[in-house]
Structures are given as C-alpha cells and as structure tokens.
C-alpha cells in the first residue's frame, strides 16, 4: 500500500486510505495472505497502528520463520509433471533441456521439484554454478549411453562467474514473488536459462532447448497436501484473532501451527541450506549441482 503505480504520477502511498478504511469500517484485524512483500507490507500497517495476523503463501517457500509455506506443494507437483514429460522429447531427440523454474532468492522449487522429477543437474541460487561443470556433467552421461539431460533451473540461479558482487535486479527476475519495482512493459530479453542453454550447445555440441514453466506454476487446482496446510493455517488463524492475539504470522513448526511475531519475519528470506537433506540425497543419486 505504500507504493502503489499511478501511471504518469510514479508511486502513490496509499496507507492513509488503508488505516482511514480499516477505522471507517471498525475491523478488529487485517489477515494478510502472501509471501515476503505481503509480511512487509503487513508490518508498516502493523505500525501504522492496525492489527495485522499473516499466513505464509508462496509457490516459493522463502518466507522465514515457518517449515513451509502454503502453494509450494501445489507448485512443485506442477514443475515435477513438467520434468516428467520433458524427458520423453528430451530422451528422443537426444537434447539437453533446460527447464526454468521460479525462485528469485531462494531454490526450493527447482531443488524439490528437480529431485522428485530425476532433473540431472539442479541449478539454484544458494549454489553458484561453474558452466564448465555442468557441461561436463552433460557429456559424462552421453559418454555413458544416456544422449540427454534435464537441467532444473531457478530463475536465479548464477554463475559463479557471474556472481562477482552482481546483485540480480528486478528486471531480471520478473516473476519473483516479493519483487516491489514498477510493472514492466513486456519485452525480448536472453533469459538466464537461454544463455545458459546457448552457452552448453556451445561447449558440448549437443541440441539444447528450454522450458520456461512461468506463471503455469502459479495456479490450478490445489494438492491436498496444500489444502489440508491452508485449512490448518487459517482454523489457527480465526482462534489467534479470537482470543485477541495479533501482530503476528501463523507458522508451520513441526506438527503445530504457531505465532511468530511479525518483526521477526519481515524482510527476512528462507534460503536452501547447503546441507539440507534434499542436496544430501540428490547428491547421493548423482545428480550435479554445478560445483
């Protein structure tokens, strides 16, 4: 609400109308559903003197202080689907495919959805990556008789060539969840997938082709694992604001539903540890990350 695009006007800061409406209205408390720019936003209205509950939806699972966020799931079955019909084409035509998934800061989604589909090399922000060895990777199982690879990009995943202090703007990373810049017009650009596809054809000879999943990943109907984690989350919700508990985010810990306090949360980011099982056990299978 803070900044809010008004065309020729640049921003307009809505908050007064906000906090006006919310007292017009006599609201006990705002519930605010989304990811990290939602916990933002509901901590400057938090401090502009409304009560505020958040719940954790992101398809990216980055929001800090809770195990997961809700749309994740429903998210990864969509990437992992994807990945499983890309390698009929890919094992027919002996390709390489690139297949790019969302995930500006953080790489649950490729990481989850590259292991549960049997990706070969996962690429995700928290690992940058040497192109050199994901080629390698690549002509290791053309050595071996497997003529094709799947690669599980996210969408900001880097180079480790690429990452000399770059920071990735938000021109880069479109679809990024929390991403607060101006709507873009719509235009051509080399994504990081192409130049990654472009620059293995280069270094393998072998016929690359990428998939941008986009905003497919972003709707359809939810899994059940994502509607029973919604419903728990907003039952929790209701009782919190019923006993007057406010100024907090409904966390997953474990098999409880939680309060966090919302300072603790906001402009805060859940990133993959580089130790984190999911790595561990996609290590173990063979698959490449790059490094």
């Known amino acids: 609400p803070h900044k809010i695009p008004a065309g020729k006007l640049g921003y307009v800061d809505m908050r007064p109308f906000a906090v006006a409406n919310y007292q017009k209205q006599h609201l006990d408390c705002l519930i605010c559903l989304g990811g990290g720019g939602t916990q933002k936003n509901a901590l400057r209205l938090m ?149 990654l596809a472009r620059r293995l054809e280069e270094l393998t000879g072998l016929e690359s082709r990428v998939t941008s999943l986009g905003h497919l990943q972003r709707g359809g109907s939810p899994t059940p694992t994502d509607r029973l984690l919604a419903t728990r989350l907003g039952t929790s919700c209701a009782e919190l604001v019923a006993d007057g508990v406010y100024n907090v985010m409904v966390a997953v810990r474990g098999d409880e539903c939680v309060p966090v306090p919302l300072e603790e949360v906001a402009g805060r980011c859940r990133t993959v540890p580089p130790d984190h099982p999911w790595i561990r056990s996609a290590r173990l299978v063979g698959t490449s990350f790059g490094d």
């Open 47 to 195: 401090k502009e003197g409304l009560n505020v509950v958040t719940l954790p939806k992101t398809i990216d699972n980055d929001v800090w202080g809770t195990d997961v966020t809700f749309g994740f799931d429903t998210a990864m079955a969509i990437a992992t689907e994807a990945i499983d019909r890309l390698h009929s084409t890919a094992e027919s035509h002996h390709r390489i495919i690139v297949v790019e998934i969302m995930g500006h800061n953080a790489g649950w989604l490729a990481l989850g959805a590259g292991v549960a589909g049997g990706a070969d090399v996962i690429l995700i922000p928290e690992i940058p990556y040497d192109i050199e060895k994901v080629a390698e990777a690549v002509l290791h199982r053309s050595y071996v008789g497997k003529r094709f690879s799947i690669i599980a990009m996210s969408e900001g995943a880097r180079a480790i060539q690429e990452t000399a202090g770059a920071e990735p703007t938000a021109e880069e990373t479109p679809h990024s969840e929390g991403a607060e810049a101006a709507p873009e017009p719509v235009r051509c650009q080399e994504s990081v997938s192409m130049k």
